[in-house]
């Protein structure tokens, strides 16, 4: 005779016990399977008395009954940990797991960034100056002349004339960054030394090396005695920690009306290694900030001549387009702004 609550206590044991798929297999093929306990059991009606008959019977199908509806159980649990069928996808634990793609920052802002920091470390303060401007600070306090070509309506995104924030003044998108300078000088007196990074915009149909919105740093630097060496200086330490001490550079004499002297910055294509057809690329506008643009912005009148103990100042601006291209040998100006991921992670 059967000891039928001995069994079906190691029956609840096991499969309790069972914990993946190849030991819950194993539990089903002891009670279950076709040389298992339950078909035993019944084999063994044949030959027994017939008293003990029904309790076999019973006996029998309590046993199987707890066995299919444990194992059941037990495998949907394991389903539910492992996904999919546990026999089929048994779980891995030492496989790499997949991580969530993180993002970093745009190539433009780390270039910006990294302008930034090299004349942060020079005593440089960084600020911010606003994309929309007024007619004034845009051309008027920076001695643009009413008109310079630049002023055309064709040459500069204006805003709706009547737009009520106007408040009668035009309003524009800033063509370039050197407005800040105006703001900065009306809010502070000298010394100081500024470098606005941003956004400015230009309406040019776009190609390989144009588009309507770029960015650009500006730098403004006013102290007693600042003189052109100071910024030639400058520049020239920046471009080494920039591009590296292996940089040529030369400076050109050119015309800007808030400037006087001023000077284009080229920086050599020698350590380009051969990417750019020209021998000397242009990398920045600058110069001695013009007496005009002192009196524009409220500062005690600087003109006429200068004399030793005066506050005098330099200015720069450059493209961070232009840079990150020249830095990284990237041959069209649409990468920037396509979010294409591939060029992106790159960087
Ligand atoms: N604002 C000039 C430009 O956009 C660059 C510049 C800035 C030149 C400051 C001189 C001094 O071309």
Redesign the pocket.
């Known amino acids: 005779m059967w000891n039928f609550p001995q069994i079906l206590d190691q029956a609840r044991n096991d499969l309790a016990s069972a914990d993946d798929a190849s030991s819950l297999e194993a539990c089903r093929l002891k009670y279950l399977g076709k040389k298992g306990l339950v078909p035993a059991i019944f084999d063994s009606l044949s030959s027994a008395s017939p008293e003990d008959k029904p309790t076999i019977g019973k006996g029998a199908n309590d046993l199987r009954v707890l066995v299919t509806a444990l194992l059941k159980e037990k495998t949907k649990a394991l389903g539910a940990l492992g996904g999919g069928t546990p026999c089929a996808r048994p779980v891995d634990l030492t496989m790499p797991g997949v991580g969530p793609a993180l993002g970093h920052r745009h190539v433009l802002t780390q270039t910006m960034t990294e302008i930034c920091d090299v004349f942060e470390r020079m005593g440089f303060v960084v600020v911010e100056s606003p994309e929309i401007e007024t007619e004034f600070n845009n051309f008027t306090g920076l001695n643009i002349p009413i008109d310079h070509p630049s002023r055309d309506a064709f040459d500069t995104f204006y805003l709706e004339a009547n737009d009520p924030a106007a408040k009668g003044r035009n309003l524009l998108l800033r063509s370039?960054?050197?407005p800040g300078q105006v703001r900065v000088m009306r809010d502070h007196q000298p010394p100081l030394a500024v470098i606005i990074p941003g956004r400015v915009y230009r309406p040019d149909a776009g190609d390989a090396s144009h588009s309507f919105m770029f960015h650009?740093v500006?730098g403004l630097l006013v102290d007693k005695d600042v003189k052109f060496s100071d910024l030639k200086g400058l520049l020239s330490e920046f471009c080494r920690r920039f591009f590296g001490p292996q940089v040529k550079m030369r400076f050109r004499p050119h015309f800007?009306p808030?400037?006087e002297p001023?000077a284009e910055v080229d920086i050599s294509a020698d350590i380009f290694k051969g990417t750019l057809r020209k021998p000397w690329l242009e990398i920045?506008?600058?110069?001695m900030v013009n007496p005009k643009v002192f009196e524009a912005a409220g500062y005690p009148c600087l003109s006429g001549r200068q004399a030793a103990g005066q506050y005098t100042g330099l200015?720069?601006?450059m493209g961070v387009e232009r840079m990150a291209m020249l830095k990284y040998g990237i041959k069209d100006i649409r990468l920037f702004y396509e979010n294409d991921v591939r060029f992106l992670k790159q960087f």
């Open positions: 370039h960054t050197s650009q500006e800007f808030f400037t001023s920045l506008g600058c110069g200015a720069f601006g």
